[in-house]
């Protein structure tokens, strides 16, 4: 037999890849997992019979000669599949967008992209190949695109994405369609779980970064708390969110956890703990044990693994040029001048901070001729600053919340340094390494 097969609780963009897996494989046959996603069942349900997918049942003691393996690189979550063939499969291609671990299947064929959805690997395969598609094929494809991009917001999300986004809206995917498909709170219970959990949050910074965490209890586990935890995540937008679900009747818990730092990698953390997902978003299961143990011990592991956040210190420029508060208007015009910026601290004789001047303010007294008065008249006194220890996040508000293009960074209330926008602007382009910046924004 020649099948494609997909992870075990197949999510949208797991069904969005075998739709067009199809198409470059039209001499497989799909094959069903036992579980579906909560998600995903009403895209499921819709085009079940489209698919016409294989039940385990009808690949019982298969032999399989060629096996396409899509969203998933692992093992484990393959293996319902793959236990009841009669022998190894004599060739494996997989597709995956997630990142490598110890249980990787084996195959000399490996189409790896670091896209947002693996369904775009597939899309640019059939793109490159001018294999046609139907509407409804275009649709299923674009809402695993939607699904695993956050709807193109979520950092993963790559020019790739929207390239192939872009071919499925010209084969005639519907929006109208894909949009019923992508509601996520539909459910009364998750509308009621919703509030609860934001009524519950609690905020810790850790080594920098804000972080949010959430315990819940109840009878039994529900289905649709990932998109429960998607939403609280989207409105409170924290560095990261963990929520701890605990179940009383089966005596186990699972922690949810969403990211969109770098220095918060949830495959990692997670994964050292015995979870899976992607860097961005990654849960894991505890079994035997209650809720509140779960949450404490996640406090300390993270407390203890979390890599630093960047703070002001790192990305400032410790050649402060200030300007004294005695100088004249005339002077500071002519220093701002040579040292080519269009502002400046303003220190007293002691070289405390007492103001910041930019060429603007020079330019009213320009205006009222006043350039022999003394800075001190024309200075803003009430100037923000930081320290070296507030973190990138902060400086970004701060600045922006403002509107200044200057930011000194004080000490026991003499400037240390100084962060402009140019240096915030550098630091973003670096550390959240994203194409669309890349290659659209600079
Ligand atoms: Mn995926």
């Given at each position: 037999m020649k099948l494609i097969v997909g992870h075990s609780n197949m999510d949208m963009d797991c069904l969005g890849s075998l739709a067009l897996a199809k198409k470059l494989y039209p001499d497989h046959q799909l094959v069903a997992s036992r579980h579906i996603h909560p998600v995903a069942k009403k895209l499921f349900k819709l085009y079940e019979n489209y698919f016409s997918f294989l039940t385990l049942k009808d690949i019982k003691g298969a032999e399989v000669e060629s096996l396409v393996v899509v969203d998933t690189r692992s093992k484990k979550r393959i293996a319902e599949y793959t236990k009841v063939f009669a022998s190894k499969p004599s060739q494996i291609i997989v597709y995956d967008h997630h990142p490598s671990d110890s249980n990787d299947i084996e195959t000399d064929d490996l189409r790896y992209r670091n896209y947002g959805s693996n369904?775009?690997?597939?899309?640019?395969?059939l793109m490159e190949k001018k294999i046609p598609i139907t509407p409804d094929e275009a649709t299923i494809a674009l809402t695993g695109i939607f699904a695993d991009t956050g709807n193109f917001t979520h950092e993963n999300v790559t020019i790739e994405d929207f390239r192939v986004a872009h071919y499925l809206m010209n084969q005639g995917a519907q929006i109208s369609v894909i949009r019923e498909f992508l509601k996520t709170l539909k459910e009364e219970y998750q509308l009621t779980m919703f509030h609860e959990i934001l009524n519950r949050l609690v905020y810790r910074e850790i080594k920098g970064h804000l972080v949010v965490f959430s315990f819940i209890e109840m009878e039994n586990q529900v289905s649709g708390l990932a998109?429960?935890?998607?939403?609280?995540?989207?409105?409170?937008?924290?560095?990261?969110?963990?929520?701890?679900?605990?179940?009383?009747?089966?005596?186990?818990?699972?922690?949810?956890?969403?990211?969109?730092?770098e220095a918060i990698n949830l495959h990692d953390l997670l994964g050292a703990l015995g979870g899976g997902g992607h860097a961005m978003a990654a849960s894991v299961v505890f079994k035997g044990r209650n809720g509140e143990e779960v949450s404490n011990d996640l406090l300390r592991f993270l407390e203890e693994k979390i890599i630093p956040a960047v703070t002001a210190e790192h990305i400032m420029s410790r050649n402060v040029q200030n300007i004294n508060e005695n100088w004249t208007l005339?002077?500071?015009s002519i220093f701002l001048e040579s040292i080519n910026h269009t502002g400046a601290p303003v220190t007293d004789d002691e070289g405390r901070i007492k103001g910041f001047i930019t060429l603007r303010d020079i330019m009213k007294g320009r205006k009222a001729d006043q350039m022999h008065a003394p800075v001190r008249g024309y200075m803003t006194v009430r100037v923000v600053t930081a320290e070296i220890h507030t973190p990138i996040r902060e400086v970004e508000k701060l600045?922006?919340?403002?509107?200044?293009?200057?930011?000194p960074i004080v000490q026991d209330s003499f400037p240390v340094g100084i962060v402009s926008r140019g240096d915030l602007l550098k630091f973003i382009k670096q550390h959240r390494p994203n194409k669309l910046v890349d290659s659209v924004v600079f």
């Open positions: 369904t775009t690997i597939l899309g640019l395969e998109s429960v935890v998607e939403k609280v995540f989207e409105v409170e937008n924290p560095d990261a969110f963990f929520a701890v679900f605990s179940f009383i009747k089966s005596k186990s818990s699972i922690v949810i956890a969403r990211s969109q730092k005339k002077d500071a600045m922006y919340s403002n509107d200044i293009g200057h930011l």
